[in-house]
C-alpha cells in the first residue's frame, strides 16, 4: 500500500465518519480553519499521504467553501475550509504538484484564490468567460451565454539555440476529443511539453444541482463513456452515504463485476491501439476482435455494450440471469486463452519492444512526486489500487491481487505499460470467475429513502485509469446542492508531459496512448 499516514496521525480534533458501505473505502470529514488545513497538508505530504481532489463549492445562503481529500491508511479524509464570504485560501501546490491545476480550476469556477500560488494563469476559462464571471458561483442564472473572445495562453516559452515549437490541437485528425499539446523541441527531441485542455466545458457540474438525486447516476455515467461504470458506481456509493442507504450483498458483487468488465474492455482496446501505434496493425485487429465480443457480452447480459445505467442508487438495475453468468465464464477462459498468446506474440515481436522499451519513461520517484495514480503510477512501481489498498467487498473476499506485482512492473516505460494492462485483464478475468462462483444471492436493490436531514456523500472507486471520486451534498428536500466528480487523469496528464521529455515528437502518439487519459474528466 502507497499510504502510510493514518488518520489519528493528523493535528485533526475528531473528524466525522460518514456512513459506511461495505463495498467502497472508509470516509471522515472535518469542517477546518486555515491553520488546520496547513497542517493536516503538511502532515499528510511527510507522511507519505494522496492529495486525490480539491473543488470549491457556494451553499445556498451564499457562504463559498474549499475542499481537499487525502488518501490516509485508514480510508479518505474530506477536509473542509469554510470561507464565508472571503476567496482566499492557503496554497497546497508546493506540497502537492497536482494542486495546481485543480486549484486554477478552483479559480475559474468559483472565484476562490489559492493565496501564494505560482501558477495563476486560468484553466478552464479560455477567454470565452467574463473576468468576473464564475460558473458555479449561486444563484444559477440559467443559460449564461458570452460572444466568443478565445485568448491567448501563456505557455511557457524555452529559448536557446535552435529550440523551436510544434504545436498540436486542439482539433486533431482523428476522433478524439480536444487538447492542445506545445512541444518545445531541437530537431526531433523534444525538450518541453505544455498541455492545455478544458476546451469543451459542459457544465455538468451545475447539471447535478439540477438533477434528482436519485437520477444523478444518470449525468455521472455520462462524464466519460469509458468510464461510465466507475463514475456511476462512485456517485451511488455518494448518495447511498448521505442518504443512509444499505445495499444489498448480491449488488455489491455484480457491481464489482460490472466494474472489471469496464476495465478488461478498455485494456483490450488500448493494447490493440499500442500495437497499431507501434506499426503493428494484426494486433489492432486482433483485440478490437475480442473487445467486440466482450461488449456484446455486455449488451446481452446487462442492456448496453458500456454498461450505462447498469448501475443505480440501491443497488443495480438489471439482475444477471444464469445463462448469461454462464456464457461470462466461458467467455472469460476464451478471452484468457487469446490474450496469453497474444501477450507471447508482443513479447516476442523485435519491432514493438524496440518502439516501446525505454519509450515515455516516468521513473518511480518523478511517479511518486507527481502523485500519480491507477495504471500509471503501478507501471512506474508506486504501488496503489483501491481494490487491494481497503480491500472493499467482494475484493476482500476474492482475494484480489494487486497487477504487476508477479512480473515486478516498475520501468515506468511504454513496455511496462503494456504489460501491466496485459497483467490487469489476467487478474480481473480470475476476479470475475469468483465473483459468478461466490455471489451471494438474493435482492440486486433497494429504494434509496430522500426524506433525511441535509447530509454529505462520497465515493471512492478504482476505475481502469485510477481512482475516481465522486463528493456531494444534499439539501433536506433530497436535492444536490454540490456534487463535485473526480477523474483520476487530472494527476496523470502532468506525469505525461515529464515522461516525453528526450523522446522524439513521433513517439507522442504512442506515449500518449500507453496513458490513455481522460480528457472529459476535465470538462466539467
Known amino acids: 500500500m502507497n499510504q502510510r499516514m493514518p488518520l489519528d496521525a493528523l493535528p485533526l480534533p475528531g473528524p466525522a465518519r460518514l456512513a459506511d458501505c461495505a463495498d467502497a473505502p472508509a470516509v471522515f470529514f472535518a469542517d477546518v480553519d486555515a491553520n488546520a488545513w496547513r497542517r493536516i497538508a503538511g502532515a499528510v505530504a511527510a507522511g507519505a499521504g494522496r492529495l486525490v481532489a480539491i473543488w470549491g ?33 492557503p496554497d497546497l501546490s508546493a506540497l502537492f504538484p497536482p494542486a495546481v491545476r485543480m486549484q486554477r480550476a478552483v479559480r475559474d469556477l468559483c472565484g476562490l484564490q489559492a493565496d501564494g500560488a505560482t501558477d ?13 464571471y464564475f460558473a458555479l458561483r449561486k444563484p444559477a442564472t440559467g443559460t449564461e451565454r458570452f460572444a466568443s473572445h478565445e485568448a491567448d495562453y501563456a505557455f511557457t516559452r524555452v529559448a536557446g539555440d535552435g529550440v523551436h515549437e510544434v504545436a498540436v490541437g486542439p482539433i486533431h485528425a482523428g476522433i478524439i476529443e480536444p487538447g492542445h499539446f506545445r512541444f518545445s523541441v531541437v530537431g526531433e527531441k523534444v525538450l518541453r511539453l505544455e498541455a492545455r485542455l478544458g476546451y469543451a466545458h459542459r457544465g455538468v457540474e451545475r ?18 463513456g469509458d468510464s461510465s461504470v466507475a463514475f456511476a458506481y462512485a456517485y451511488c456509493v455518494a448518495l447511498e452515504r448521505a442518504l443512509g442507504t444499505t445495499v ?49 457480452e455486455n449488451e446481452r447480459a446487462f442492456g448496453h455494450r458500456y454498461l450505462f445505467d447498469a448501475i443505480a442508487p440501491g443497488g443495480i438495475a438489471r439482475d444477471l440471469d444464469r445463462d448469461c453468468a454462464d456464457a461470462m465464464r466461458a467467455q472469460c477462459d476464451r478471452v484468457g486463452r ?65 497487477s504487476g506485482e508477479a512480473h515486478g512492473e516498475a520501468r515506468g516505460d511504454v513496455a511496462a505499460r503494456v504489460a501491466l494492462r496485459f497483467d490487469e485483464i489476467d487478474e480481473s478475468l480470475r476476479q470475475i470467475r469468483a465473483i459468478l462462483a461466490d455471489a451471494p444471492q438474493g435482492d440486486v436493490a433497494v429504494q434509496p429513502g430522500i426524506g433525511r436531514a441535509p447530509s454529505r456523500g ?17 439539501r433536506a428536500d433530497g436535492t444536490l446542492a454540490r456534487c463535485h466528480c473526480h477523474d483520476p487523469s487530472w494527476r496523470n496528464w502532468p506525469a505525461l508531459e515529464v515522461a516525453i521529455i528526450g523522446n522524439i515528437v513521433a513517439d507522442f502518439p504512442l506515449i500518449n496512448k500507453s496513458f490513455n487519459l481522460c480528457y472529459a474528466g476535465h470538462d466539467l
Open 120 to 132: 495563476v494563469r486560468p484553466w478552464l476559462n479560455h477567454g470565452n468567460w467574463p473576468a468576473d
Open 338 to 402: 487469446d490474450v496469453r498468446s497474444l501477450r507471447r506474440i508482443y513479447d516476442d515481436h523485435a519491432g514493438l519492444q524496440d518502439r516501446f522499451a525505454k519509450t515515455g519513461v516516468l521513473a518511480p520517484s518523478m511517479a511518486a512526486r507527481l502523485g500519480v495514480c491507477g495504471l500509471a503510477a503501478r507501471a512506474s512501481g508506486v504501488a496503489m489500487d483501491l481494490r487491494t489498498d481497503y480491500r472493499p467487498t467482494p475484493y476482500r473476499e476474492i482475494g484480489a491481487r494487486r
Open 57 to 89: 463549492a457556494q451553499d445556498d445562503a451564499g457562504a463559498l467553501a474549499v475542499s481537499a481529500a487525502y488518501a490516509l491508511d485508514d480510508g479518505l479524509l474530506w477536509a473542509r475550509l469554510p470561507l464565508g464570504d472571503a476567496v482566499g485560501y
Open 207 to 224: 447539471l447535478f444541482e439540477r438533477t434528482p438525486a436519485l437520477a444523478g447516476h444518470r449525468v455521472a455515467a455520462r462524464i466519460a
Open 458 to 474: 462520497v465515493g471512492w472507486v478504482e476505475g481502469w485509469r485510477g481512482d475516481v471520486l465522486v463528493a456531494l451534498e444534499t
Open 248 to 296: 444489498p450483498p448480491c449488488a455489491q458483487w455484480l457491481r464489482a463485476l460490472l466494474l472489471e468488465r469496464e476495465r478488461v474492455a478498455n485494456h483490450l482496446g488500448d493494447l490493440g491501439a499500442l500495437g497499431n501505434d507501434a506499426g503493428f496493425a494484426f494486433g489492432l485487429a486482433q483485440f478490437s476482435r475480442i473487445k467486440e465480443d466482450w461488449l456484446r
